[in-house]
């Protein structure tokens, strides 16, 4: 997978692509990582990306062509290479006004070839860049942030952890939060005392079929007492609503 990311802070990037999950990937060749610092394709000598916003009004605003530039070429066929890349990327705004980013768009992104994450600081974007060049914009949360550096982050990684080969235990993405639709189970680990708080008795007694049983019910009750909305979603199975159903009963 290619991941491309527009922004005029390149520094910003060094320790979260460089490290853990994200950087073994990147080592062992699951994912390339290309920064561009769209300054480059100002046009000008002073390197100015933003001008003010037609109209009048505070703020600056993040010209078009800067960024055109910037994203076609990484699109573009390199000298020599005629054909067209197989699969046009997806050109992401960042944004506090995109579609809210949750775990199944993380899904989707994951089986692309191409991203193209644009940054943006300053007041805004030229409307033009959202109309005739990107293919997403996406909000992390309702909140706003200094730029989009931070936000483009947080979906880079949560794509990159989803690729085939990225996480040492290949289970550990199945089981995720979210991913199943409900929060996860409690987990614990040796000792089985500490500070006198026991482990369940059910975990430690070998019988699998339990343990999975009860880790399913576990997983629903913290889902029915912490994200109940998660219990309405389409695709819960009935076995699942059937398990909350009771789990109400008994509240
Ligand atoms: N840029 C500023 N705030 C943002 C947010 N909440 N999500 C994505 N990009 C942003």
Same mark, same amino acid.
């Given at each position: 997978?290619?991941?491309?990311?527009?922004?005029?802070?390149?520094?910003?990037? !060094?320790?979260?692509?460089?490290? !853990?999950?994200?950087?073994?990937?990147?080592?062992?060749?699951?994912?390339?990582?290309?920064?561009?610092?769209?300054?480059?394709?100002?046009?000008?000598?002073?390197?100015?990306?933003?001008?003010?916003?037609?109209?009048?009004?505070?703020?600056?605003?993040?010209?078009?062509?800067?960024?055109?530039?910037?994203?076609?070429?990484?699109?573009?066929?390199? /000298?020599?290479?005629?054909?067209?890349?197989?699969?046009?990327?997806?050109?992401?705004?960042?944004?506090?006004?995109?579609?809210?980013?949750?775990?199944?768009?993380?899904?989707?992104?994951?089986?692309?070839?191409?991203?193209?994450? @644009?940054?943006?600081?300053?007041?805004?974007?030229?409307?033009?860049?959202?109309?005739?060049?990107?293919?997403?914009?996406?909000?992390?949360?309702?909140?706003?942030?200094?730029?989009?550096?931070?936000?483009?982050?947080? @979906?880079?990684?949560?794509?990159?952890?989803?690729?085939?080969? /990225?996480?040492?235990?290949?289970?550990?993405?199945?089981?995720? !939060?979210?991913?199943?639709?409900?929060?996860?189970?409690?987990?614990?680990?040796?000792?089985?005392?500490?500070?006198?708080?026991?482990?369940?008795?059910?975990?430690?007694?070998?019988?699998?079929?339990?343990?999975?049983?009860?880790?399913?019910?576990?997983?629903?009750?913290?889902?029915?007492?912490?994200?109940?909305?998660?219990?309405?979603?389409?695709?819960? !199975?009935?076995?699942?609503?059937? @398990? /909350?159903?009771?789990?109400?009963?008994?509240?």
């Amino acid at each position: 997978m290619q991941i491309d990311v527009l922004t005029l802070f390149p520094e910003m990037f !060094s320790g979260v692509l460089g490290t !853990s999950i994200v950087g073994k990937a990147q080592q062992k060749g699951l994912v390339s990582f290309r920064l561009v610092n769209f300054r480059e394709f100002s046009g000008n000598k002073h390197g100015q990306v933003d001008d003010m916003p037609y109209g009048g009004g505070g703020g600056m605003v993040l010209k078009a062509e800067p960024i055109f530039q910037a994203v076609e070429s990484l699109v573009e066929p390199s /000298a020599g290479e005629t054909k067209e890349p197989a699969k046009r990327p997806r050109v992401i705004l960042m944004c506090p006004q995109g579609q809210r980013y949750n775990q199944k768009l993380a899904e989707e992104l994951a089986e692309e070839e191409h991203l193209i994450f @644009i940054c943006g600081h300053y007041e805004g974007y030229d409307e033009r860049i959202r109309e005739h060049l990107v293919t997403d914009e996406i909000s992390i949360g309702d909140y706003v942030l200094t730029g989009g550096e931070l936000a483009s982050m947080v @979906i880079i990684d949560s794509v990159v952890r989803l690729q085939p080969g /990225a996480l040492g235990n290949a289970q550990s993405a199945i089981s995720d !939060s979210y991913s199943t639709g409900l929060l996860e189970h409690p987990h614990y680990t040796r000792p089985a005392e500490f500070r006198g708080w026991t482990v369940p008795d059910i975990l430690l007694s070998g019988h699998h079929e339990n343990i999975e049983k009860w880790r399913l019910e576990e997983a629903v009750r913290r889902t029915l007492e912490r994200r109940p909305d998660l219990l309405e979603a389409d695709g819960i !199975s009935e076995e699942i609503k059937k @398990i /909350a159903k009771r789990l109400k009963e008994q509240l």
